[in-house]
């Protein structure tokens, strides 16, 4: 069964930096394109960042462009993100995801194939 697991959430202070990992299994997702999405309280999941199944092409939403960096490596079947200078705004459960697609389609979730179970980020003073 194709599984994603998170890795790596937690709290940090504004400003700070944190390291996300997703391991994926059961599985090939070598053609897969792999990313991110969040969900904060009462707002809906949205699109953070992903990469395309190559690991050379890669997409991020607006907010965190500049900020966020979104990388794998097929080797380990691991999809990580690197977020810097953090801000409140930034606390969620930042959710792995999978799909065979990449691009633009990933602004609509509805179409992400697999997704892992969430790890928290907190960023407060």
């Known amino acids: 069964q194709a599984r994603l697991v998170e890795s790596g959430g937690g709290w940090v202070q504004p400003g700070g930096s944190l390291g996300l990992s997703c391991a994926a299994s059961g599985r090939s997702f070598e053609s897969f394109a792999m990313g991110w999405y969040r969900q904060a309280p009462g707002k809906d999941r949205e699109f953070v960042a992903a990469?395309?199944?190559?690991?050379?092409?890669?997409e991020y939403s607006d907010f965190v462009k500049g900020r966020f960096t979104v990388l794998r490596d097929k080797t380990k079947n691991t999809v990580y993100l690197v977020a810097s200078n953090l801000v409140p705004e930034d606390t969620a459960v930042y959710l792995c995801?999978?799909?065979?697609?990449?691009?633009?389609?990933?602004?609509?979730?509805?179409?992400?194939?697999?997704w892992g179970q969430g790890t928290q980020v907190n960023v407060s003073a």
């Open positions: 995801a999978a799909d065979e697609t990449f691009g633009s389609s990933w602004y609509n979730l509805w179409t992400i194939a697999y």
């Open positions: 990469v395309d199944w190559t690991g050379t092409h890669t």
